[in-house]
Protein backbone atom coordinates (compact mmCIF):
# COMPACT_ATOMS: atom_id res chain seq x y z
CA UNK A 1 0.00 0.00 0.00
CA UNK A 2 1.03 3.46 -0.50
CA UNK A 3 2.09 5.68 1.87
CA UNK A 4 -0.34 8.62 2.65
CA UNK A 5 0.50 11.86 4.80
CA UNK A 6 -2.83 13.16 6.67
CA UNK A 7 -2.67 16.84 7.28
CA UNK A 8 -4.82 18.21 10.07
CA UNK A 9 -6.20 21.77 9.92
CA UNK A 10 -8.22 21.65 12.97
CA UNK A 11 -8.28 18.93 15.74
CA UNK A 12 -6.71 17.65 18.94
CA UNK A 13 -3.08 18.69 16.90
CA UNK A 14 -2.30 20.28 13.90
CA UNK A 15 0.36 19.57 11.39
CA UNK A 16 0.94 16.59 8.72
CA UNK A 17 1.21 12.80 9.98
CA UNK A 18 2.26 9.68 8.58
CA UNK A 19 -0.11 7.47 10.86
CA UNK A 20 -3.67 7.36 9.99
CA UNK A 21 -4.31 5.50 13.25
CA UNK A 22 -3.01 8.21 15.13
CA UNK A 23 -4.86 10.60 12.92
CA UNK A 24 -8.12 9.02 13.69
CA UNK A 25 -7.54 10.07 17.13
CA UNK A 26 -7.07 13.70 16.43
CA UNK A 27 -10.04 14.53 14.30
CA UNK A 28 -12.67 11.76 15.54
CA UNK A 29 -15.36 13.75 17.45
CA UNK A 30 -13.64 17.04 17.33
CA UNK A 31 -15.92 19.87 16.22
CA UNK A 32 -15.45 21.24 12.84
CA UNK A 33 -12.47 18.70 12.45
CA UNK A 34 -10.52 19.91 9.11
CA UNK A 35 -8.50 16.94 7.50
CA UNK A 36 -7.06 15.68 4.34
CA UNK A 37 -4.86 12.96 3.21
CA UNK A 38 -2.37 13.16 0.09
CA UNK A 39 -0.16 10.86 -2.44
CA UNK A 40 3.20 12.95 -1.46
CA UNK A 41 4.85 15.03 1.33
CA UNK A 42 5.05 18.05 -0.85
CA UNK A 43 1.40 18.12 -1.46
CA UNK A 44 0.93 17.60 2.35
CA UNK A 45 3.10 20.45 2.94
CA UNK A 46 1.88 22.85 0.30
CA UNK A 47 -1.77 21.77 1.37
CA UNK A 48 -1.08 22.79 5.07
CA UNK A 49 0.79 25.92 4.27
CA UNK A 50 -2.55 26.79 2.71
CA UNK A 51 -6.34 27.32 3.74
CA UNK A 52 -8.02 23.67 3.99
CA UNK A 53 -10.91 25.59 2.14
CA UNK A 54 -8.63 25.26 -1.06
CA UNK A 55 -7.93 21.41 -0.64
CA UNK A 56 -11.31 20.59 0.92
CA UNK A 57 -13.78 22.94 -0.32
CA UNK A 58 -16.86 25.33 0.74
CA UNK A 59 -17.57 24.24 4.02
CA UNK A 60 -14.17 24.11 5.50
CA UNK A 61 -14.45 27.76 4.28
CA UNK A 62 -17.46 28.83 6.17
CA UNK A 63 -15.95 27.00 9.64
CA UNK A 64 -12.93 29.16 9.06
CA UNK A 65 -15.16 32.02 8.68
CA UNK A 66 -17.00 31.33 12.09
CA UNK A 67 -13.70 30.53 14.01
CA UNK A 68 -12.12 34.05 12.66
CA UNK A 69 -14.96 35.64 14.47
CA UNK A 70 -14.64 33.62 18.00
CA UNK A 71 -10.94 34.54 17.29
CA UNK A 72 -11.63 38.26 16.45
CA UNK A 73 -10.04 40.02 19.33
CA UNK A 74 -6.97 37.59 19.82
CA UNK A 75 -3.38 38.96 19.58
CA UNK A 76 -2.22 38.97 16.19
CA UNK A 77 1.02 38.36 15.24
CA UNK A 78 3.70 39.54 11.90
CA UNK A 79 3.91 36.78 9.47
CA UNK A 80 7.04 36.74 7.16
CA UNK A 81 6.91 34.79 4.13
CA UNK A 82 9.84 36.46 2.34
CA UNK A 83 12.78 35.46 3.08
CA UNK A 84 15.00 39.12 3.08
CA UNK A 85 14.06 38.74 7.14
CA UNK A 86 16.10 41.90 9.16
CA UNK A 87 17.92 40.73 11.62
CA UNK A 88 18.88 44.71 13.16
CA UNK A 89 15.46 45.24 14.33
CA UNK A 90 16.17 44.01 17.68
CA UNK A 91 19.13 43.19 20.09
CA UNK A 92 18.63 39.13 19.68
CA UNK A 93 16.25 37.13 17.46
CA UNK A 94 16.09 33.68 17.96
CA UNK A 95 14.80 31.42 15.57
CA UNK A 96 12.90 27.75 16.73
CA UNK A 97 11.93 24.20 14.43
CA UNK A 98 10.90 21.11 15.60
CA UNK A 99 11.54 18.30 13.69
CA UNK A 100 9.40 14.58 13.77
CA UNK A 101 10.86 11.30 12.04
CA UNK A 102 7.96 10.03 10.37
CA UNK A 103 5.10 11.98 12.39
CA UNK A 104 4.97 10.71 15.15
CA UNK A 105 8.31 9.35 15.56
CA UNK A 106 11.24 10.41 16.93
CA UNK A 107 11.40 14.33 17.38
CA UNK A 108 14.27 16.85 18.44
CA UNK A 109 14.55 20.85 18.82
CA UNK A 110 16.46 23.19 17.24
CA UNK A 111 17.15 27.19 17.77
CA UNK A 112 19.55 29.47 16.06
CA UNK A 113 20.40 32.72 18.32
CA UNK A 114 21.48 36.04 16.71
CA UNK A 115 22.81 38.71 18.82
CA UNK A 116 23.22 42.24 16.96
CA UNK A 117 22.47 40.90 13.62
CA UNK A 118 25.18 37.90 13.52
CA UNK A 119 24.44 34.50 14.18
CA UNK A 120 26.09 33.69 17.90
CA UNK A 121 24.43 30.30 19.10
CA UNK A 122 22.48 27.74 17.89
CA UNK A 123 21.26 24.82 20.46
CA UNK A 124 19.91 21.13 20.05
CA UNK A 125 18.21 18.57 21.83
CA UNK A 126 14.94 17.27 23.54
CA UNK A 127 14.79 13.81 21.20
CA UNK A 128 12.01 11.97 21.90
CA UNK A 129 11.87 8.78 20.73
CA UNK A 130 7.81 8.73 20.76
CA UNK A 131 7.44 12.73 19.83
CA UNK A 132 5.53 14.38 17.31
CA UNK A 133 5.98 17.59 15.24
CA UNK A 134 4.19 19.99 17.37
CA UNK A 135 5.63 18.46 20.82
CA UNK A 136 8.96 19.60 19.29
CA UNK A 137 8.20 22.91 18.00
CA UNK A 138 6.38 23.43 21.31
CA UNK A 139 9.61 22.59 23.01
CA UNK A 140 11.53 24.82 21.12
CA UNK A 141 9.19 27.49 21.32
CA UNK A 142 9.64 27.38 25.32
CA UNK A 143 13.68 27.59 24.87
CA UNK A 144 13.13 30.70 22.79
CA UNK A 145 11.01 31.95 25.60
CA UNK A 146 13.68 31.48 28.36
CA UNK A 147 16.78 32.76 26.11
CA UNK A 148 13.76 35.71 25.82
CA UNK A 149 13.49 36.43 29.57
CA UNK A 150 17.57 35.89 30.26
CA UNK A 151 17.54 39.00 27.35
CA UNK A 152 15.01 41.07 28.44
CA UNK A 153 16.28 40.98 32.12
CA UNK A 154 19.35 42.52 30.67
CA UNK A 155 17.72 45.30 29.07
CA UNK A 156 17.53 43.87 25.56
CA UNK A 157 14.71 43.63 22.86
CA UNK A 158 13.94 40.56 21.89
CA UNK A 159 12.21 38.74 18.93
CA UNK A 160 11.40 35.36 18.85
CA UNK A 161 10.63 33.79 14.99
CA UNK A 162 8.54 30.12 14.87
CA UNK A 163 7.57 28.20 11.92
CA UNK A 164 4.20 26.99 14.00
CA UNK A 165 1.64 28.96 14.09
CA UNK A 166 0.23 25.77 15.93
CA UNK A 167 3.26 26.70 18.78
CA UNK A 168 1.96 30.06 18.74
CA UNK A 169 -1.19 29.93 19.00
CA UNK A 170 -1.08 27.41 21.71
CA UNK A 171 1.27 29.45 23.99
CA UNK A 172 -0.07 33.35 23.15
CA UNK A 173 -4.04 32.65 22.03
CA UNK A 174 -5.53 29.40 22.86
CA UNK A 175 -4.07 28.98 26.22
CA UNK A 176 -5.96 31.77 27.69
CA UNK A 177 -9.11 30.50 26.91
CA UNK A 178 -7.89 26.41 28.46
CA UNK A 179 -6.62 28.11 31.57
CA UNK A 180 -10.28 29.50 32.26
CA UNK A 181 -11.97 25.91 31.90
CA UNK A 182 -8.88 24.24 33.85
CA UNK A 183 -6.54 23.32 31.08
CA UNK A 184 -9.50 21.29 29.49
CA UNK A 185 -11.58 21.56 26.31
CA UNK A 186 -15.25 21.54 26.81
CA UNK A 187 -16.25 19.30 24.42
CA UNK A 188 -13.20 17.71 22.72
CA UNK A 189 -11.30 16.61 26.14
CA UNK A 190 -7.60 16.49 26.79
CA UNK A 191 -5.01 19.21 25.69
CA UNK A 192 -2.12 17.76 23.64
CA UNK A 193 2.09 18.49 24.84
CA UNK A 194 0.12 20.15 27.62
CA UNK A 195 2.80 20.32 30.20
CA UNK A 196 5.08 22.34 28.19
CA UNK A 197 1.89 24.38 27.27
CA UNK A 198 1.48 25.68 30.73
CA UNK A 199 5.37 26.13 31.50
CA UNK A 200 5.68 28.11 28.02
CA UNK A 201 2.18 30.00 28.65
CA UNK A 202 2.95 31.48 31.92
CA UNK A 203 6.59 32.67 31.05
CA UNK A 204 5.04 34.27 27.90
CA UNK A 205 1.94 35.95 30.03
CA UNK A 206 5.09 36.96 32.41
CA UNK A 207 7.14 38.76 29.37
CA UNK A 208 4.53 39.40 26.35
CA UNK A 209 4.55 42.73 26.91
CA UNK A 210 8.49 43.50 25.93
CA UNK A 211 8.60 40.69 23.38
CA UNK A 212 7.82 40.27 19.65
CA UNK A 213 6.96 37.21 18.42
CA UNK A 214 6.31 36.20 14.37
CA UNK A 215 5.73 33.36 12.20
CA UNK A 216 7.89 32.16 9.35
CA UNK A 217 7.03 30.75 6.32
CA UNK A 218 9.43 27.36 6.68
CA UNK A 219 11.75 26.18 4.29
CA UNK A 220 12.06 29.52 2.21
CA UNK A 221 15.35 30.50 2.71
CA UNK A 222 15.47 32.47 5.81
CA UNK A 223 19.03 31.37 7.09
CA UNK A 224 17.91 31.70 10.89
CA UNK A 225 15.08 28.79 10.17
CA UNK A 226 16.97 26.68 8.63
CA UNK A 227 19.21 26.67 10.79
CA UNK A 228 17.11 25.95 13.32
CA UNK A 229 15.92 23.23 10.79
CA UNK A 230 19.34 20.93 10.72
CA UNK A 231 19.78 21.65 14.98
CA UNK A 232 15.97 19.83 15.21
CA UNK A 233 17.16 17.25 12.77
CA UNK A 234 20.66 16.98 14.26
CA UNK A 235 19.26 16.32 17.64
CA UNK A 236 17.10 13.39 16.25
CA UNK A 237 20.54 11.89 14.58
CA UNK A 238 22.42 12.61 18.01
CA UNK A 239 19.67 11.26 20.12
CA UNK A 240 20.32 13.98 22.49
CA UNK A 241 17.96 14.20 25.24
CA UNK A 242 18.91 17.27 27.07
CA UNK A 243 18.98 21.00 25.46
CA UNK A 244 22.43 21.80 24.94
CA UNK A 245 24.55 24.48 23.08
CA UNK A 246 26.33 23.34 19.49
CA UNK A 247 30.00 23.55 20.67
CA UNK A 248 31.48 23.16 17.29
CA UNK A 249 32.09 26.06 15.31
CA UNK A 250 29.36 27.76 13.45
CA UNK A 251 30.38 27.26 10.00
CA UNK A 252 27.45 28.10 7.92
CA UNK A 253 27.71 25.89 4.86
CA UNK A 254 28.50 22.59 6.95
CA UNK A 255 25.43 23.13 8.76
CA UNK A 256 23.16 23.74 5.95
CA UNK A 257 24.75 21.31 3.90
CA UNK A 258 22.92 18.80 6.81
CA UNK A 259 19.72 16.80 6.63
CA UNK A 260 17.28 18.68 6.63
CA UNK A 261 13.88 18.35 8.16
Same mark, same amino acid.
Given at each position: ?????????????????????????????????????????????????? $???????? !?? &? @?? +???????? /?????????????????????????????????????????????????????????????????????????????????? $???????? !?? &? @?? +???????? /???????????????????????????????????????????????????????????????????????????????????????
Amino acid at each position: MAKKFYVVWAGRETGIFTSWDYTKKLVDKFPQAKYKSFPTEAAAKAAFAG $SPAKSIGK !SA &S @QS +SASASKKT /ASSKTFESIKTKNVDLSTHDVIVFTDGGCEPNPGKAGSGMAVYHQGEISELWYGLFNPNGTNNSAELNALYQALLVAEKALN $SQQSVKIM !SD &S @QY +SINCITNW /AYGWKTKGWKRKVAGDIANLEVIQQAHALYDAIKDKLDIAHVAAHIGIEGNELADRMSIYAIDQKAPQFVRYDKPIDLQAILALRTG
